[in-house]
């Protein structure tokens, strides 16, 4: 009785209150706030987890949902008359130390990729040729995923497939090709299909774009973001294919500036605090306020001016631990193996503490070096 008694005062005393009212909607309010807030802090700043220099904490990672990796690997190539497109899950092995890896030989590219030691693979490369069609171009990909793995897969389904099928159709009809033009609307193109999908799905994923086109007479590079292509040139020089977009750069912060937004550091220098890449497909909370823009640079290579020994396309996890020079040599004493040294180029980079997936991409252009020397 007392007990009862005792009870329903304290309810009418507390609990009825205003305050008490008032502080249980505060503290809803609150949670609610910072719940949202997490979610959206953990999608957009998933980049910012995997490359602060806070070490090697495990990242807060949420899966997206849709996304099926085994979906990667059972691309249908029936309606597609392109010889040959590679998932990068397209063999996939476990090691003893648990590193998941991918790899590549064909033709004369060779590519190895690992997923270092983040869980999950955002990278993704291709390789594709179009011979069926007459089209002697040979397309290399690499796609640094961010934010997960949806911009670079998406990239990597289409945008080998649009380029051959625009040179396909240049073939066919005898037209002139320009292939920086075709690079870059293809590109633009592939951020465009990509954004509508990425809005509706609110993924806020992202990637880089690597892609170096090998004409018979040129290699044509392509660069959207922070990965980066080197060549070792006929007399064994490094040449540089590519430069990162970075947000530090003069001329992307000033870009940056120009459509209102701004760079700061977190780690390292980041679109509005959070992207350390200052170009990429994708990132459409970015790319609405064009902060961040999918604009490729493109560099040509005269191949008989260069006479390339090989060019290395790698993600920037190879990157953090390798100067071009260092690559290029590493490589040098390394073209006779299996996989023209890509392999052993990214376990290095693993060993010397590279946190990053990894990806790299060889490609052996002695056969092209010894046809020209004998020309010459
Ligand atoms: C790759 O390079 C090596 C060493 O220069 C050369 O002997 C080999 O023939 C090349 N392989 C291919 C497939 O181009
Ligand atoms: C490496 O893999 C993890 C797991 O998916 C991914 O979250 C991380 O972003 C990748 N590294 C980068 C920066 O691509
Ligand atoms: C090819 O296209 C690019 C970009 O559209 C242009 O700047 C360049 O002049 C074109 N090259 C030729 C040879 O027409
Ligand atoms: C390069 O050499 C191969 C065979 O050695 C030959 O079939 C090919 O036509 C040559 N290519 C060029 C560009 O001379």
């Avoid at 590679?86 to 130390?97: A, P, T, Y």
Wanted: net charge neutral; charged share 25%.
């Amino acid at each position: 009785m007392t007990l009862i008694a005792l009870f329903s005062r304290f309810v009418r005393g507390t609990l009825f209150k205003y305050e008490t009212v008032a502080l249980v909607f505060a503290l809803l309010f609150l949670y609610g706030y910072v719940f949202h807030r997490d979610h959206i802090l953990r999608s957009v700043f998933r980049r910012t987890l995997m490359h602060s220099d806070a070490g090697p904490g495990p990242p807060v990672l949420m899966r997206i949902p849709g996304l099926n990796k085994g979906g990667l690997a059972g691309r249908s190539n029936g309606h597609l008359r392109y010889s040959h497109s590679h998932r990068s899950s397209h063999k996939q092995f476990e090691s003893q130390n648990d590193v998941a890896h991918w790899e590549l030989r064909e033709d004369n590219v060779a590519v190895y990729s690992i997923q270092g030691r983040r869980p999950g693979m955002e990278d993704r490369f291709d390789y594709a040729t179009g011979e069926k069609d007459g089209v002697t171009e040979k397309f290399c990909g690499i796609y640094d995923g961010h934010g997960g793995e949806f911009a670079a897969e998406f990239t990597e389904k289409l945008l080998s497939q649009a380029v051959l099928a625009r040179l396909a159709t240049a073939k066919r009809r005898q037209l002139p090709v320009n292939h920086s033009q075709i690079l870059v609307e293809e590109i633009l193109a592939v951020d465009e299909k990509f954004l509508t999908v990425a809005k509706s799905n609110e993924d806020m994923a992202g990637s880089t774009a690597l892609v170096a086109l090998i004409t018979d007479s040129d290699v044509i590079v392509a660069n959207v973001g922070d990965s980066r292509g080197v060549m070792c040139d006929g007399s064994g020089k490094t040449v540089p294919l590519s430069y990162d977009h970075k947000p530090h750069h003069p001329q992307e912060r000033k870009r940056i500036k120009k459509a209102g937004g701004f760079i700061a550091f977190n780690g390292v220098w980041r679109v509005a605090g959070i992207l350390a890449t200052s170009r990429a497909i994708g990132d459409y909370p970015l790319k609405d306020h064009k902060f961040v823009v999918a604009d490729p640079d493109i560099l040509s290579f005269d191949l008989d001016e260069h006479n390339p020994q090989f060019l290395i396309l790698a993600t920037d996890g190879l990157w953090d631990t390798f100067t071009n020079e260092e690559a290029v040599q590493y490589i040098k004493e390394r073209l006779g193996e299996p996989h023209f040294g890509a392999k052993s180029l990214v376990l290095q980079a693993f060993y010397r503490g590279s946190m990053d997936n990894i990806t790299v991409m060889v490609v052996n252009l002695s056969r092209h070096r010894s046809n020209s020397t004998h020309v010459q």
